[in-house]
């Protein structure tokens, strides 16, 4: 038996690089290795954006649209839209009795998403529990593994937590799901800030053109300290130089310029030897390099609506299709399948 992957994303809007170097990678590198289950999150997103329900309903497309030109095979990973799977919400209300207030209250993602969003005094119910809901999403598949952005470590264990809750009351019947994390972390925004966010505007989206990554490459914020190209920078903490190690196929020309950068000092004409400048256009080139065929199968896809739908309706069906034996399973595990005998 193949194991399973479970993971997902909210279809709040298109994905950029940081979906990308966070969980997309590891889910095109694993999709022939797992039964791979990637959920595009409606109801998770409408826990916040409840007001702006079409917006959700047009991004589920730009979503599906962005994992088909990463590479996501619909064959091999069932694109599965969450609302249309009754049991999440069935699990979640049987999770919810497994878990205390002040366990949902410590979670450090859901405590910066309140703050950020300044939802300290109209925190909804829903939106509080979605931890809860989350945990039923990765339980529901069945999921051995989950990979995703390292901000979502939280979930995975309230997840296993859950789980051997469950486990030791009602008889071993959930699988323990995994978390998997990507190999370069979170990736920052454009501005330097800790993560690439919508809202703050910071990001370089898969479906960006090439003249606006340039752009915003171009505008990116590098060592704050380093107010002229013939200071010694720093390569730590400088988005810039992050990018580069992320997404440069050329690694020894990075280290060179990690060298120079370092390094400081200008030619015999007093020039910089290495400018943010200059490493900006080479970061630019490569991201364009990088996002190339990824840009041009968003294209190609993106002409065609009615295939789309029906990915997304096929990878719905298998979806619920297994959500469907997990749910059995808990019925039976729970004593309440009571017209089984
Ligand atoms: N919370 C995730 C995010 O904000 C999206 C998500 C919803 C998810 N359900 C999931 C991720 C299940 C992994 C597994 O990106």
Do not use: W
């Not at 959700?56 to 091999?76: F, H, S």
């Not at 039923?136 to 995703?148: C, E, M, Q, R, S």
Request: aromatic residues 8%; charged residues 25%.
């Amino acid at each position: 038996m193949k194991k399973r992957i479970l993971t997902g994303d909210r279809p709040t809007g298109k994905l950029h690089i940081g979906h990308y170097v966070g969980s997309l990678a590891n889910r095109v590198a694993l999709q022939d290795e797992y039964e791979t289950y990637i959920l595009i999150a409606d109801v998770q997103a409408l826990t916040d954006n409840f007001a702006t329900p079409e917006m959700l309903r047009q991004n589920i497309r730009e979503v599906a649209l962005d994992y088909l030109a990463v590479g996501l095979d619909p064959q091999k990973c069932a694109f599965v839209i969450q609302s249309l799977i009754p049991e999440i919400a069935e699990l979640t209300i049987y999770y919810m009795n497994l878990i205390t207030l002040a366990r949902v209250e410590r979670n450090p993602t859901v405590k910066a998403e309140i703050a950020q969003k300044q939802m300290e005094h109209d925190l909804r119910l829903g939106f509080f529990c979605y931890p809860v809901s989350q945990a039923a999403d990765i339980t529901a598949f069945g999921a051995h593994l989950v990979p995703v952005g390292n901000d979502q470590k939280p979930m995975i264990e309230l997840s296993r937590d859950i789980v051997e809750k469950f486990n030791a009351l009602y008889g071993e019947t959930l699988t323990l799901p995994e978390g998997m994390y990507g190999e370069f972390g979170r990736l920052p925004g454009t501005d330097g800030g800790a993560k690439m966010s919508k809202s703050i505007g910071n990001t370089i989206y898969l479906a960006d053109d090439e003249a606006t990554v340039t752009k915003k490459v171009m505008a990116m914020f590098t060592d704050p300290n380093r107010v002229m190209g013939r200071e010694p920078g720093n390569v730590e903490n400088n988005p810039v130089f992050t990018y580069l190690d992320a997404f440069a196929q050329n690694k020894l020309r990075v280290e060179e310029l990690k060298e120079l950068y370092r390094r400081g000092g200008e030619n015999e004409k007093g020039k910089p030897l290495l400018g943010d400048v200059q490493v900006k256009r080479e970061l630019a080139a490569e991201l364009n390099a990088f996002l190339e065929p990824i840009r041009n199968r968003r294209i190609e896809y993106s002409k065609d609506p009615s295939y789309v739908t029906e990915v997304l309706r096929d990878g719905t069906q298998r979806g619920r299709q297994r959500a469907m034996e997990t749910m059995e399973a808990v019925r039976k595990s729970m004593k309440i399948d009571y017209f089984q005998f």
